[in-house]
C-alpha cells in the first residue's frame, strides 16, 4: 500500500472515531462523556460538535489538536515518498 494511501486511510480511522464519539455523546452515554470531559473539563456548556468529538481524539492520540493530527499524517507522507 502506498503511504499516501495509507495515511488517508489513517485519518480516515480517526474521523470515523470521532463521529461514533460524537454520535454516544449524542446519545448521552457515559463512557463517551467521561472521555470528552477527561480532556475538556470545560465542555458540557453546550451542545458537543463534530469539532469537540475531533479534538478529544487528536488528543487520546497525543495530539495537540486535529489540525497537528492531520498535519503529521501529511508529513508522514512526506517522508515516506522521499
Known amino acids: 500500500m ?3 494511501a495509507r495515511s ?7 474521523e470515523k472515531e470521532a463521529r461514533n464519539l460524537l454520535h454516544d455523546l449524542r446519545r448521552r ?3 463517551a462523556i467521561r472521555r470528552y470531559f477527561s480532556f475538556d473539563p470545560q465542555a458540557g456548556n453546550s451542545q458537543p460538535g ?6 478529544v481524539v487528536a488528543r487520546r492520540h497525543g495530539f495537540r489538536g ?3 493530527l492531520k498535519e503529521r499524517g ?3 507522507n512526506r517522508v ?3
Do not use: G, H, N, P
Open 29 to 31: 452515554e457515559a463512557t
Open 74 to 76: 501529511v508529513s508522514r
Open 2 to 4: 502506498k503511504a499516501t
Open 66 to 68: 486535529w489540525r497537528e
Open 50 to 55: 463534530l469539532a469537540d468529538a475531533r479534538y
Open 8 to 14: 488517508q486511510r489513517d485519518i480516515d480511522q480517526f
Open 80 to 82: 515516506a515518498a522521499a
